[in-house]
C-alpha cells in the first residue's frame, strides 16, 4: 500500500507488541522511519507469533524474547524459547553466510513469524562471525555474543516449546545451535542448563534448538 505522501503525523501501526507486558504503540515514519518499542535491557518483549503449544487449532503463539542489548536506536532480542529443531546446513563445509539455517530465520521463520506490519520493526542488520559480514533480519547468537551477553552459565538457559518436543520427541532437544563454528564442518552449541565453550560444537547437520534472535528498531 503506498503511503501518503501528504501525511504529517507517523502512521500507527497496530501490532500486537507488548514490552513487559503492556502494548506499545509503533510509529512508521513517512520516511520509513520506524519508532520503535523503547525497551530496555532485561525487558520482555512479545512480538510475532510461533507454534508453541503443539495445538495446531488454536493457531500460534506470541513469541516471548528478552532483550539483550540497546544500541543505535535498536534492541537486540532473543527468543525465551528454543522454537524449532533445525540443522545448520545438510552439508559441510559450510559457513554461516552459505547455511541452510541462515536461509531458513531469513526466509519462512521471517516472514511466518512476523505479520507485514511487525516486520517493519526487525532491522536488517549487519553481523560480524568470526570476521565473516552478513546482513540478517533473524540470526542465532554466536559465541562470541553469548559470551558477553551472559557471563554467566545459568543465565544463558533455555528450555524448549511444547511443541518441540512433541514434534522432535526422537532428537536431542537439549542442545542449542549458536551461529559461529570452529570449523566449516562443525559449529558451536550450547546446552540448554547454559553449558557453552570452545570445546562445545557438533557437525552442521545435526539438529539442534534454535532460539532466534533479531535487532529491533528501538
Ligand atoms: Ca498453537
Given at each position: 500500500?503506498?503511503?501518503?505522501?501528504?501525511?504529517?503525523?507517523?502512521?500507527?501501526?497496530?501490532l500486537?507488541v507488548e514490552?513487559?507486558?503492556?502494548p506499545?504503540e509503533?510509529?512508521?515514519?513517512?520516511d520509513?522511519?520506524v519508532k520503535g518499542?523503547?525497551?530496555?535491557?532485561g525487558?520482555?518483549v512479545?512480538?510475532?507469533?510461533?507454534?508453541?503449544?503443539?495445538?495446531?487449532?488454536?493457531?500460534a503463539e506470541?513469541?516471548t524474547?528478552?532483550?539483550?542489548?540497546?544500541?543505535?536506536?535498536?534492541?537486540?532480542?532473543?527468543?525465551e524459547?528454543?522454537?524449532?529443531?533445525?540443522?545448520?546446513?545438510?552439508?559441510?563445509?559450510v559457513?554461516w553466510?552459505?547455511?541452510?539455517?541462515?536461509?531458513?530465520l531469513?526466509?519462512?521463520?521471517?516472514?511466518?513469524?512476523?505479520?507485514?506490519?511487525?516486520?517493519?520493526?526487525?532491522?536488517?542488520?549487519?553481523?560480524?562471525t568470526?570476521?565473516?559480514?552478513?546482513?540478517?533480519?533473524?540470526?542465532?547468537?554466536?559465541l562470541?555474543?553469548?559470551?558477553?551477553?551472559?557471563?554467566?552459565?545459568?543465565?544463558?538457559?533455555?528450555?524448549?516449546?511444547?511443541?518441540?518436543?512433541?514434534?522432535?520427541?526422537n532428537?536431542?532437544?537439549?542442545?542449542?545451535?549458536?551461529?559461529?563454528?570452529?570449523?566449516?564442518?562443525?559449529?558451536?552449541?550450547?546446552?540448554?542448563?547454559?553449558?557453552?565453550g570452545?570445546?562445545?560444537?557438533?557437525?552442521?547437520?545435526?539438529?539442534?534448538?534454535?532460539?532466534?534472535?533479531?535487532?529491533?528498531?528501538?
Amino acid at each position: 500500500m503506498p503511503k501518503a505522501v501528504a501525511a504529517a503525523t507517523p502512521e500507527q501501526l497496530s501490532l500486537s507488541v507488548e514490552v513487559n507486558d503492556a502494548p506499545v504503540e509503533i510509529a512508521v515514519g513517512i520516511d520509513g522511519a520506524v519508532k520503535g518499542l523503547g525497551a530496555s535491557v532485561g525487558d520482555t518483549v512479545t512480538l510475532g507469533r510461533y507454534e508453541q503449544d503443539a495445538d495446531l487449532n488454536n493457531g500460534a503463539e506470541p513469541i516471548t524474547w528478552k532483550v539483550l542489548d540497546v544500541k543505535d536506536g535498536k534492541a537486540l532480542l532473543v527468543s525465551e524459547y528454543g522454537l524449532e529443531m533445525k540443522q545448520y546446513n545438510p552439508s559441510s563445509p559450510v559457513n554461516w553466510e552459505g547455511s541452510s539455517l541462515r536461509a531458513w530465520l531469513n526466509g519462512d521463520f521471517y516472514t511466518n513469524a512476523f505479520a507485514p506490519g511487525e516486520r517493519e520493526l526487525v532491522a536488517y542488520s549487519t553481523l560480524d562471525t568470526k570476521g565473516l559480514s552478513t546482513q540478517d533480519y533473524a540470526f542465532i547468537l554466536s559465541l562470541d555474543e553469548v559470551n558477553v551477553y551472559y557471563p554467566n552459565k545459568a543465565s544463558f538457559a533455555t528450555n524448549s516449546t511444547r511443541y518441540v518436543k512433541t514434534v522432535y520427541a526422537n532428537l536431542e532437544y537439549n542442545w542449542r545451535f549458536l551461529r559461529s563454528q570452529p570449523n566449516n564442518d562443525r559449529a558451536y552449541d550450547a546446552n540448554v542448563d547454559g553449558t557453552r565453550g570452545t570445546s562445545n560444537y557438533n557437525y552442521v547437520n545435526k539438529y539442534r534448538l534454535i532460539n532466534p534472535a533479531v535487532w529491533v528498531w528501538n
